[in-house]
Every structure is written in structure tokens, then in C-alpha cells.
């Protein structure tokens, strides 16, 4: 079910005018999962249905999909926002937890078959979740998924201004920061920065102060575009995990305060009830890697 809502128009450039998406076919939440939420059964019928009604907003706001087959065996092959981040004709490949590797090779084929040299950095590296591109800025996360050392690698391929942030980690009741057992790497609810920053517009961003660092919140703040504050419940459902074009924004349907934020500055709002994916610790934005960076 999606729900639209009007608002004025804006003269915001168009961003995420195409995106990759693959499908659910493949998607479960087994123990092999280091980033899930819930012990509950994947009903993967619902799941291709979500996946189907995020296809279906993202084309009333006017963006392109390119599809390719989802990775035979893969259960987080629908996130595609998680393979790489392009610019120009350039992408970097992502480094995925080993529980996610074999999903490498159909990124690498999918980006190489539609022109992109594809770079593949010395460190792990979370993609497109956990580098957002906002105009000539690149907002970089690292710590969980991703290598600090990536951020120079980005800035010297790509020529992005990286803003290195990091998330808050989870601690134990010790106060010391939780180890995956699956990946071994640090914890956070916000493994992935995309879970805590939108890109709305290259002039306007949405964010949830609370998930990141008292250093990162400084330098996000310092940052000239305007500023959207999200509220701890929005974002604990996930609302910053949205795909704007600019104009007009996909989001889910459980954040009625950053919808009203949204819409009041003058986009256009599309709303989307999907819960099934949520299972994976994927929403909207992880279903997407964007094409047409500039």
C-alpha cells in the first residue's frame, strides 16, 4: 500500500534519477545474518510484495529502474545500496562481511555491464549505505562496516569533500561496545549511516543527532546545507531510510513528524507500508544503489 501526499514545488536539482534494484527471491533472516533484528519467520511472499510496492513508489516519483536478477542464493541480495557508490562513470565495489561475499561478483558484473569502471578498495567497505552523496559532499560512516581508511580512497577516486561521521556504538551493561559474533566488527543499531542521514536534496538533509558521536554531530552540523532534525522514535523505524529525487520522496508510512518536516519544505511526499524487510535490517534506501551520480 503507498499513500501520496502534495506539497508546492521546489527547483531542487534531480538526484537519484536511476537506481539498481534486484528482488527478494532469495530473502531470509537465518543465524548467518549479523545484522538482523527479529527471530521471526521470513514470510517471503510479503517480502516480494514490499519490494514490489517500493518499485511502484519509486517509479510514480519518476525514477528509473534498472533490474537485474536477484543473486541466486544471496538473502541480502536485495539491498544493492550495500554493492558499491558510483560517480561519473566510476564505482567503488563494496567489501561485505564474509556472510555477504558471494554477493561481490554480481555487483562487480551488474556495474561493469552498464560502462562503470569498477575500483575495488584495500578495506572493507559498506557502499552506498554508508556513503551518501550530497552535491560535492560525501557524508562517510565508518567503524562497523566500513574502514576509516576507505574515506581518502573515496575522496581520491570519486572527488567527493568527505565528511568522516561515526555512529554511536552499542555497549554491553559493562559500558564497553558489543562484538558481533558473526562478523567480529563493532556494533550499532546504526551499522549503516543510511539508517540515520537522508539526502533530500544536495541543499537540504535529514538526520537523528542522537545516533552519532558528539565529533560527528559537530561536523555534520557544520555543513552548510539545511538541516532537518529527526526524533529518536522516527528514526528507530527507520524513516531516514528514504530515496528523494529532489522533488519528491519516498519514505515509510511510521514517521507522520518527518513527513510533515519534509513536506514543509516544499517536496512531495510518497509513503509506502513495508514491514517484512525490516526483518533483514534493510528498508527503502538499502533496496537502491543509485547510477547517475554526478
Same mark, same amino acid.
Given at each position: 500500500? #503507498?499513500?501520496?501526499?502534495?506539497?508546492?514545488?521546489?527547483?531542487?536539482?534531480?538526484?537519484?534519477?536511476?537506481?539498481?534494484?534486484?528482488?527478494?527471491?532469495?530473502?531470509?533472516?537465518?543465524?548467518?545474518?549479523?545484522? %538482523?533484528?527479529?527471530?521471526?519467520?521470513?514470510?517471503?511472499? $510479503?517480502?516480494?510484495? *514490499?519490494?514490489?510496492?517500493? $518499485?511502484?513508489?519509486?517509479?510514480?516519483?519518476?525514477?528509473?529502474?534498472?533490474?537485474?536478477?536477484?543473486?541466486?542464493?544471496?538473502?541480502?541480495?536485495?539491498?544493492?545500496?550495500?554493492?558499491?557508490?558510483?560517480?561519473? *562513470?566510476?564505482?567503488?565495489?563494496?567489501?561485505?562481511?564474509?556472510?555477504?561475499?558471494?554477493?561481490?561478483?554480481?555487483?562487480?558484473?551488474?556495474?561493469?555491464?552498464?560502462?562503470?569502471?569498477?575500483?575495488?578498495?584495500?578495506?572493507?567497505?559498506?557502499?552506498?549505505?554508508?556513503?551518501?552523496?550530497?552535491?560535492?559532499?560525501?557524508?562517510?560512516?565508518?567503524?562497523?562496516?566500513?574502514?576509516?581508511?576507505?574515506?581518502?580512497?573515496?575522496?581520491?577516486?570519486?572527488?567527493?569533500?568527505? &565528511? %568522516?561521521?561515526?555512529?554511536?556504538?552499542?555497549?554491553?551493561?559493562?559500558?564497553?561496545?558489543?562484538?558481533?559474533?558473526?562478523?567480529?566488527?563493532?556494533?550499532?543499531?546504526?551499522?549503516?549511516?543510511?539508517?540515520?542521514?537522508? =539526502?533530500?536534496?544536495?541543499?537540504? =538533509?535529514?538526520?537523528?543527532?542522537?545516533?552519532?558521536?558528539?565529533? %560527528?554531530?559537530?561536523? =555534520?552540523?557544520?555543513?552548510?546545507?539545511?538541516? =532537518?532534525?529527526?526524533?529518536?522514535? *522516527?528514526?528507530?523505524?527507520?524513516?531516514?531510510? #528514504?530515496?528523494?529525487?529532489?522533488?519528491?520522496?519516498?519514505?515509510?508510512?511510521? !514517521?507522520?513528524?518527518?513527513?510533515? !518536516?519534509?513536506?514543509?519544505?516544499?517536496?512531495?511526499?510518497?509513503?509506502?507500508?513495508?514491514?517484512?524487510?525490516?526483518?533483514?535490517?534493510?528498508? &527503502?534506501?538499502?533496496?537502491?544503489?543509485? #547510477?547517475?551520480?554526478?
Amino acid at each position: 500500500m #503507498l499513500t501520496m501526499k502534495l506539497a508546492s514545488s521546489t527547483k531542487a536539482p534531480v538526484i537519484n534519477r536511476t537506481v539498481l534494484m534486484s528482488g527478494a527471491d532469495y530473502f531470509d533472516v537465518v543465524a548467518l545474518n549479523p545484522y %538482523s533484528f527479529y527471530t521471526t519467520p521470513v514470510d517471503r511472499s $510479503q517480502a516480494k510484495r *514490499d519490494f514490489a510496492t517500493i $518499485q511502484k513508489a519509486l517509479r510514480k516519483a519518476g525514477i528509473t529502474i534498472e533490474s537485474v536478477p536477484a543473486p541466486k542464493g544471496c538473502q541480502d541480495g536485495i539491498f544493492t545500496a550495500n554493492w558499491g557508490i558510483t560517480r561519473g *562513470d566510476v564505482a567503488v565495489l563494496s567489501s561485505l562481511p564474509a556472510q555477504r561475499a558471494a554477493e561481490e561478483a554480481f555487483a562487480k558484473a551488474a556495474l561493469e555491464q552498464r560502462g562503470f569502471r569498477v575500483l575495488k578498495p584495500p578495506y572493507r567497505f559498506s557502499g552506498q549505505g554508508d556513503a551518501l552523496p550530497c552535491g560535492d559532499f560525501l557524508f562517510a560512516g565508518s567503524g562497523y562496516r566500513t574502514d576509516p581508511r576507505v574515506h581518502d580512497f573515496l575522496a581520491a577516486e570519486l572527488g567527493y569533500q568527505v &565528511i %568522516s561521521v561515526n555512529a554511536v556504538p552499542q555497549l554491553n551493561e559493562q559500558g564497553q561496545p558489543v562484538i558481533n559474533e558473526l562478523s567480529g566488527w563493532p556494533d550499532s543499531f546504526f551499522y549503516d549511516i543510511d539508517l540515520a542521514i537522508s =539526502i533530500l536534496s544536495p541543499e537540504l =538533509i535529514a538526520w537523528f543527532p542522537g545516533a552519532f558521536t558528539p565529533e %560527528s554531530q559537530a561536523a =555534520i552540523r557544520a555543513t552548510p546545507m539545511r538541516k =532537518i532534525e529527526v526524533s529518536e522514535q *522516527d528514526a528507530m523505524n527507520f524513516a531516514c531510510n #528514504l530515496v528523494s529525487t529532489g522533488s519528491h520522496v519516498v519514505m515509510g508510512n511510521r !514517521a507522520p513528524d518527518l513527513q510533515k !518536516a519534509i513536506e514543509a519544505e516544499g517536496l512531495q511526499v510518497t509513503t509506502v507500508d513495508v514491514r517484512e524487510l525490516l526483518k533483514g535490517g534493510g528498508f &527503502i534506501r538499502c533496496t537502491t544503489l543509485t #547510477l547517475d551520480n554526478q
